[in-house]
């Protein structure tokens, strides 16, 4: 069964400091996902990894793929309070998954100005 | 293109009762999904579809059903509601893999 864990759950940090988030998969997986989720709204896709050694970058935000390691991570350079939100991953079942998803818990970030 | 739409964004119901929550997406997406948000946690798989007639289980269906007649709509019904079922619960479609949301239904059951 796949389970997925990301770390930390809840993170404070200052503004113009950088920090990642991790996301481990328990299961081969060659496809991860990573969404944003502002509070009492729907998710917005960020990234979408498809392969071993995907890098994804947009604007403060890169995310990476490592399907040896079963790990993703999410980076945030400079950060500003406007990326303050939850960050999901979300890992695809495995090849007749029909696309489906087993999410992370959820990472809250909260930057201080 | 409005993408998923949901309707209502937010309902009561009593224990006992039942609803349908609409989803539909003009995006002519085939693979459809329902999941449910708690307080505080990741999405939880309840239904999916991979085109019109088909729909199958994900992780937790128990207490609801879906149909999908045409490749836009995909209703979640929910008989006999329960307060263990008092959750945002969003739907999606999909391209590829990467999925698109609709808001979300703020379900209450007392």
């Known amino acids: 069964e796949l389970k997925v864990e990301q770390n930390p759950l809840f993170l404070s940090m200052q503004e113009g400091k950088n920090y990642t988030i991790y996301c481990n998969y328990s299961?081969?997986?060659?496809?991860l996902y990573w969404y944003r989720q502002d509070p009492g709204k729907s998710l917005e896709s960020l990234f979408v990894?498809?392969?071993n050694g995907a890098v994804k970058q947009e604007g403060r935000l890169m995310a990476s793929l490592d399907t040896k390691a079963r790990l993703s991570t999410l980076h945030i350079t400079a950060a500003v309070h406007d990326l303050s939100a939850t960050y999901f991953c979300?890992?695809?079942?495995?090849?007749?998954?029909?696309?489906?998803?087993?999410w992370g818990a959820g990472t809250k970030l909260i930057i201080k100005p | 293109n409005a993408g998923v739409t949901q309707t209502p964004k937010f309902r009561i119901l009593k224990i006992g009762q039942s609803m349908t929550l609409q989803c539909t997406q003009d995006?002519?997406?085939?693979?459809m999904y329902w999941y449910r948000q708690d307080p505080g946690m990741g999405l939880k798989l309840i239904y999916y579809?991979?085109?019109?007639?088909?729909?199958d289980k994900g992780e937790v269906p128990n207490g609801y059903n879906v149909s999908r007649s045409t490749t836009e709509d995909f209703p979640l019904r929910l008989e006999l509601a329960a307060p263990s079922q008092t959750s945002v619960y969003f739907c999606?479609?999909?391209?590829?893999?990467?999925?698109?949301f609709g808001p979300g239904t703020r379900l209450t059951v007392l």
């Open positions: 995006m002519n997406h085939n693979y």
């Open positions: 999606a479609s999909s391209l590829a893999g990467k999925q698109f």
């Open positions: 299961t081969t997986s060659d496809r």
């Open positions: 579809s991979v085109g019109a007639g088909i729909t």
């Open positions: 979300a890992v695809d079942n495995g090849m007749d998954s029909n696309y489906q998803l087993i």
């Open positions: 990894l498809l392969s």
